[in-house]
């Protein structure tokens, strides 16, 4: 029996397919109000992003990421992807969640138990599942911290690839390499690659510290199949020549 491809992951695999990577935004529901965050993705699907991702480590709940979800699904026909701190980071009008297990932390919080509690909403709100091992190397923000994760180290690759191996062994389709949000410099690009050798066919997400069109390209080349940014999107002046930027960079 095979847990099929829905979709979402059907659209992100043809991004990859025909550009060499794709592009996802991430959307935190608590850094704007639900209409900026609308406008934000609006300007992100101008500039060519593939997905937008909505969560945040802290208060990415209730009313205010249905709202945030709703003004998005407005004004774009892009996939929306639930990014879930918890079981609480769910609700029924996206399109997708990324189901994913932090499987370096220590806590069966992260590893199942939200999971658990998540999967029967998941079901009810028709929500389409990816299968994601979700890993956080050095610095790790607050997701590190709030994941209670045992951090990667930065210069031990062989680790992250032994965790992204293990995800892929369990029957995860997707890995995503984190160094947290807002981190001073992204995931190192020789870990990046040594897990894509290793990993082959898994897509692989890379975010966390991605500030330019250059460093988000120096990953694609290591290897990664998905960048991820959502600092540098809530900062920028301009979303849409940024996003066009980082798009431009990574496809080839
Ligand atoms: C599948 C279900 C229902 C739950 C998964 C629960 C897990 C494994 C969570 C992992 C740990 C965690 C706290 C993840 C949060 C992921 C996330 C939304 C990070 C991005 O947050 P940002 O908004 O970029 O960062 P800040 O929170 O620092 O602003
Ligand atoms: O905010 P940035 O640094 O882009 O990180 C995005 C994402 O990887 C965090 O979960
Ligand atoms: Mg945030």
């Not at 980071?89 to 399109?95: F, K, R, S, V, Y």
């Not at 190397?137 to 951090?151: F, Q």
């Not at 870990?191 to 082959?200: D, F, N, Q, R, Y």
Request: hydrophobic letters at 45%; charged letters at 20%.
């Amino acid at each position: 029996m095979t847990f099929e491809m829905g979709r979402v992951e059907l659209h992100l695999r043809d991004a990859v397919k025909k550009h060499g990577a794709g592009h996802l935004t991430l959307i935190d529901p608590d850094s704007q109000t639900p209409q900026e965050a609308g406008r934000m993705a609006q300007a992100a699907s101008q500039g060519g992003t593939d997905a937008i991702m909505v969560g945040g480590s802290v208060g990415a709940t209730g009313a205010l990421l249905h709202n945030t979800v709703a003004e998005i699904k407005k004004v774009t026909d892009l996939p929306v992807i639930l990014f879930p701190a918890s079981v609480a980071g769910l609700c029924e009008n996206a399109d997708a969640v990324f189901f994913m297990s932090l499987l370096n932390s220590r806590s069966p919080n992260y590893l199942i138990e939200n999971q658990a509690m998540g999967a029967p909403l998941v079901l009810r709100y028709r929500l389409e599942a990816l299968p994601m091992a979700y890993i956080i190397i050095e610095p790790g923000g607050t997701v590190g911290y709030v994941g209670d994760a045992r951090l990667i180290p930065r210069k031990k690759p062989e680790l992250a690839c032994a965790y992204a191996l293990a995800g892929k062994y369990l029957g995860m389709r997707l890995v995503y390499l984190e160094a947290g949000s807002g981190a001073d410099s992204p995931v190192p690009a020789g870990m990046v690659a040594l897990t894509k050798k290793l990993l082959g066919d898994v897509l692989i997400i890379v975010g966390g510290g991605i500030r330019s069109g250059r460093a988000a390209a120096e990953l694609v080349a290591a290897g990664a199949d998905l960048i991820v940014t959502g600092t540098a999107v809530e900062k920028s002046q301009d979303v849409a020549s940024f996003i066009s930027e980082l798009t431009s960079s990574i496809r080839r």
